[in-house]
């Protein structure tokens, strides 16, 4: 028999990573409904989307409705676009945790985080520190299952102009046969279906899964 669908919840639906997991769990037939909490609207129309509008400065307003068997949080910004160390940590920390604690109340079983090569909460470096800060914290809320996704160079068509990683994707791309997984770019649909597929692993626990486990886990059957 097969297992019955499954519900989403998803944070980030705009980013890179966040439209392939968008559009992947829409199309994927393991899941029934899927609900996106989001500042502005992903622009897709389907039959199993919900789409929420929130503030996210203004958890009582949405934490009724982070609800998702399944939940994928792949929100984020750059420091640029932030202003602030201090707006950059409310979006990539604050958000994301609020929603996996409220997550986490309405009994989500599993929760995938996409999250960065180098993450660690004792980094020297403030974005790496944020990181590893997410998943710490995170992964400490009770989740049944959790997925750290820490990919290297994310590689794909972004909607918003990033000039510097532009440029460095174009001296990586040719080089990546021979690089190490975590310095290779990566595709954002590679990476969608790794938190996809790593979702449904029912191995209890954190694992955290680095570049090389997302290349293998995301590869097309």
Do not use: N
């Not at 020297?124 to 049944?144: N, V």
């Amino acid at each position: 028999m097969h297992p019955p669908p499954r519900t989403a919840l998803l944070v980030g639906a705009t980013g890179l990573v966040g439209r392939e997991l968008l559009r992947q769990l829409l199309a994927d037939p393991r899941y029934a409904a899927v609900t996106v909490l989001a500042r502005r609207s992903a622009g897709v129309q389907h039959d199993k989307l919900t789409e929420h509008l929130v503030d996210f400065d203004r958890p009582d307003d949405w934490r009724a409705v982070a609800k998702g068997e399944h939940l994928f949080s792949a929100l984020g910004t750059t420091l640029k676009a932030a202003g602030s160390r201090e707006a950059q940590y409310r979006v990539d920390y604050t958000y994301q945790y609020e929603v996996a604690r409220a997550a986490r109340h309405h009994g989500t079983e599993a929760y995938v985080l996409v999250s960065s090569t180098g993450a660690s909460a004792k980094s020297a470096i403030f974005y790496s520190r944020m990181k590893g800060e997410l998943e710490r914290d995170t992964a400490a809320l009770g989740f049944p299952r959790v997925r750290i996704l820490q990919p290297g160079p994310l590689d794909g068509d972004r909607q918003e102009h990033r000039t510097g990683e532009r440029w460095a994707l174009r001296i990586l791309r040719p080089l990546a046969p021979i690089l190490p997984a975590a310095a290779r770019p990566i595709d954002a649909a590679i990476v969608a279906r790794a938190g996809i597929t790593a979702a449904f692993d029912p191995t209890p626990g954190a694992l955290r899964l680095g570049a090389a486990d997302l290349f293998r886990l995301g590869a097309k059957a």
